[in-house]
């Protein structure tokens, strides 16, 4: 399981609903439902991660997260993952005001385009960075918006929206004192566990 995976699997509650937006080949709902007995489902767009999903006895549907959670109705799950998959979408705003409204609370990782890296890459190559975690060309890149930790901090102030817990790590998932003292220089991966303000 990837090492940002198993920081996640600590925020969820046994026995809870889980819905995991974009779940890839369905790791992290396998291992949620064998170690703490979740009802689990993923959404998924390619077909070959979800015969993955299902060899692995895990429930998916087929959906484009780009045309909304409309689906589902107010409060039907748990907690909301959506992991690594934020700056690809569309309307990411949008999209996290559906995880909260179909989810009591919503787990989301993202790359921190604000890290030191990426600014003395941009800064002395005049490049796009291009990096292990975001090993990409401008030209080819699924990043459509990208975001920082500060950026990330503002939209849930303005929206009204509580953050849990914040976990700021580096590319190897490692942090330190000095990374939480300054997250959005010094962070390549945010997770946050967020509600909202009324219901957490």
């Not at 090492?3 to 992290?28: F, H, K, M, T, Y």
């Not at 300054?182 to 909202?196: Q, V």
Request: aromatic share 10%; with cysteine; net charge neutral.
């Amino acid at each position: 399981m990837r090492p940002d995976l198993e920081i996640i699997q600590q925020w969820i509650e046994p026995e809870s609903r889980v819905l995991d937006l974009g779940c890839g080949n369905g790791a992290l709902l396998d291992y949620l439902q064998q170690h703490k007995q979740i009802n689990g489902l993923g959404l998924e767009i390619a077909g070959d991660n979800i015969e993955q999903c299902m060899r692995r006895g895990v429930n998916v549907v087929q959906q484009d997260l780009n045309r909304g959670l409309e689906n589902f109705q107010d409060q039907s799950f748990d907690t909301v993952l959506l992991t690594q998959t934020l700056q690809a979408m569309r309307y990411p705003d949008r999209l996290v005001e559906d995880m909260l409204r179909i989810g009591r609370r919503g787990i989301i990782t993202f790359p921190n385009f604000g890290n030191w890296r990426s600014r003395c890459y941009l800064g002395f190559k005049g490049r796009m960075p291009v990096s292990h975690y975001m090993p990409y060309e401008w030209y080819d890149t699924p990043n459509i918006h990208f975001c920082t930790v500060r950026d990330f901090d503002r939209f849930c102030a303005s929206r009204n929206i509580r953050v849990l817990q914040r976990t700021v790590v580096d590319f190897r998932h490692r942090g330190n004192w000095l990374i939480r003292r300054f997250p959005n220089l010094l962070s390549e991966i945010a997770i946050y566990h967020i509600s909202n303000q009324d219901s957490a």
